[in-house]
T-cell receptor
Framework: NAGVTQTPKFQVLKTGQSMTLQCAQD?????MSWYRQDPGMGLRLIHY???????DQGEVPNGYNVSRSTTEDFPLRLLSAAPSQTSVYFC????????????????FGPGTRLTVL | AQKVTQAQTEISVVEKEDVTLDCVYE???????LFWYKQPPSGELVFLIR??????QNEISGRYSWNFQKSTSSFNFTITASQVVDSAVYFC???????????????FGAGTQVVVTP
């Protein structure tokens, strides 16, 4: 298994440009999510998905869009990049806990470092 | 609302010293999960441990140990006999299970930078 993959690893954008950060997982996980990591602030949830066709907002959703057409893929779209979106972006996935109620480990991708000039 | 506080921004130790990282959490849910992740200089996030709110047993794994105390809402992490390879940022995180929508949402602390020098 490749686990959680993210592309690109690095990206530089100009203010106002749009782009899509790709995230894919091959573990058949229902849950997928996007976080951003800024210095001194830990990771903050942007958007998440509990399954194909279902997405919802996290803590910092403004300026980002997501969709989930397949179980495997969960792309993050920046509509009009701003310098405040300079950050490291992590995608994560995990199994649904099901009736057992047991939480399962979240698997993180390697991250995408985005710079907006 | 959930909150995770890691008050220590950076801890510097000399190799073989023990180091304890503090984590204090806030939640109104009775069922929740606590995690520690390690982020080495290479940048990836490495899962270390998960602890359920209904299991207060402390845990030891090699040189790592965790002390979970619900009475003080703390989930502290100790590295015994630190090594240079332990140099990393360590994150404490919280997830609750009050509703199905809660699953998958992690609330992270700000992280503690551990620097181990030879």
């Amino acid at each position: 298994n490749a686990g959680v993959t993210q592309t690109p690893k690095f990206q530089v954008l100009k203010t106002g440009q749009s782009m899509t950060l790709q995230c894919a997982q091959d573990m058949n996980h229902e849950y997928m999510s996007w976080y951003r990591q800024d210095p001194g602030m830990g990771l903050r949830l942007i958007h998440y998905s509990v399954g194909a066709g279902i997405t919802d907002q996290g803590e910092v959703p403004n300026g980002y869009n997501v969709s989930r057409s397949t179980t495997e893929d969960f792309p993050l779209r920046l509509l009009s990049a701003a310098p405040s979106q300079t950050s490291v972006y992590f995608c994560a996935s995990s199994y649904y806990p099901g009736t057992s109620g047991l939480y399962n480990e979240q698997f993180f991708g390697p991250g995408t470092r985005l710079t907006v000039l | 609302a959930q909150k995770v506080t890691q008050a220590q921004t950076e801890i510097s130790v000399v190799e073989k010293e023990d180091v304890t990282l503090d984590c204090v959490y806030e939640t109104r849910d009775t069922t929740y999960y606590l995690f520690w992740y390690k982020q080495p200089p290479s940048g990836e996030l490495v899962f270390l441990i998960r602890r359920n709110s209904f299991d207060e047993q402390n845990e030891i794994s090699g040189r790592y140990s965790w002390n979970f105390q619900k009475s003080t809402s703390s989930f502290n992490f100790t590295i015994t006999a630190s090594q240079v390879v332990d140099s990393a940022v360590y994150f404490c995180a919280l997830s609750t299970s009050g509703t199905t929508d809660s699953w998958g949402k992690l609330q992270f602390g700000a992280g503690t930078q551990v620097v181990v020098t030879p």
